[in-house]
Structure formats: structure tokens, C-alpha cells
């Protein structure tokens, strides 16, 4: 496998492994199914009872609950919205809530000069804070951060549309589609783009930074 693969492949494994993917989709996607097939109040009861099932077996084989307990919370959520407003379409409505939220979130950072990626990346892999405040290394950050926001903004749009003409498959059909398959397709190009812009700043890398290092700087080489 060529170097740069490999790289990928990591990096993909090592964000995909902090968060409850399964967790995460597979009750939309059963919800879905059920109630196209049952009705709404199968599909809710089928989506409960996934997320309570994968606690359980979480807890049986040692694993950490965080996602899990995650899961069944937002699961339990949208049940109570869709109940609440009478809707099917409810279900996902915390969905569309936390996109508007994350894009207004993305929209501050950027207007403090702090992009949301940078502060992400920080989280994940423990470098230090002021090297992505580099003048030589927050451009790449910031050009990373506009691209997220407009996907954001793009999917919540489109999520908001559809939500409005309660058409509740094919809101769960995107809802899917521009969920972990896109956001997995949209990691791999921020992760090529920042890299090679990184390289281009020729900043300092973590290592340089850290060491107090003069230019000119090797740079980055690797992660994002």
C-alpha cells in the first residue's frame, strides 16, 4: 500500500475510533426502514430498542457507554419530538437543530480568527493551542474551515427544505447521505488540502514550535 494510503487509512481509523459510528447511524437508518414498512410508532419503538441493545452489548463486552448512552439520549429525543409535534419528520428535527448550530458555531470561529478545525484538531491530538495561531500555519486552518462551512451550511439548507414539505424519506435518505459517508469523503480532502497547504505556509511543525525552533522550518510533514 503507497505511503500516502496508509496515512489515510490511519488517520480515518483514528477519528472514526474516538466516535460511536454505529451508534450513531443505525438507528436512523432502522427507524427509516420501520416506518415506511410498520408505521411511526414500530419505527420508534424499533430505534429505541437498537440503541438500547447496543448499551447492552457495549456494556457486556467492556466497552466505554459514552456513544452508546449518546445514542439512546438523542434517539430518545427525537422519539419525544416526533410525539410531541405529531410529525414522523420530528425525528429528525434535533438533527437539523444541531447543524444550525454547528454552522453558527464554524461562523463565529472563523469571525474570531480561531477556526473551528483548528480547535477540532487540537482536541484529537494534544498539540499546542498557539502553533495553529501561527501566522504561518492558521491560514490553512481557516481556508479548511470555510469549505466545512459551506458544507454545513449546503446540507442544513437542503435539510430544512426538505423537513418543510414533511417528505420524512427522503429527509432520513439524506440525512444519511450527507452524514458519515460525506463527512468521511470531506475528512480525507481536508486532511490532502491541509497537509500540502501546510507545507506551502512553510510554518514550523509541532516539534519546532514546541523547541522554539528559528526558520526556516522543515514544517509539518504529517497530520492535521
Do not use: C
Amino acid at each position: 500500500m503507497p505511503e500516502k494510503a496508509r496515512e489515510l487509512l490511519e488517520e480515518i481509523r483514528a477519528v472514526t475510533g474516538k466516535v460511536g459510528l454505529l451508534d450513531t447511524i443505525l438507528p436512523p437508518i432502522l427507524f427509516l426502514l420501520l416506518n415506511g414498512l410498520a408505521g411511526f410508532t414500530p419505527a420508534m419503538i424499533g430505534a429505541l430498542g437498537l440503541s438500547v441493545l447496543m448499551a447492552i452489548l457495549r456494556l457486556r463486552r467492556g466497552q466505554s457507554l459514552l456513544y452508546a448512552l449518546g445514542g439512546m439520549g438523542s434517539v430518545g429525543l427525537a422519539i419525544a419530538l416526533a410525539l410531541l409535534l405529531g410529525r414522523s419528520e420530528g425525528f429528525f428535527l434535533p438533527g437539523i437543530v444541531n447543524g444550525g448550530l454547528t454552522v453558527a458555531l464554524t461562523l463565529v470561529s472563523l469571525l474570531i480568527r480561531k477556526p473551528i478545525v483548528a480547535w477540532t484538531s487540537h482536541l484529537a491530538r494534544r498539540w499546542p493551542l498557539d502553533w495553529y495561531w501561527h501566522e504561518h500555519v492558521r491560514p490553512a486552518y481557516t481556508e479548511v474551515t470555510i469549505a466545512w462551512l459551506l458544507f454545513f451550511a449546503l446540507r442544513l439548507f437542503w435539510q430544512v427544505s426538505i423537513y418543510q414539505n414533511q417528505d420524512v424519506g427522503k429527509l432520513a435518505w439524506v440525512n444519511a447521505l450527507t452524514g458519515w459517508p460525506v463527512t468521511i469523503i470531506l475528512l480525507i480532502v481536508s486532511y490532502l488540502y491541509g497537509t500540502w497547504r501546510l507545507a506551502g505556509l512553510r510554518g514550523p511543525s509541532v516539534e519546532e514550535f514546541r523547541n522554539g525552533a528559528p526558520p526556516p522550518w522543515q514544517g509539518q510533514r504529517r497530520g492535521f
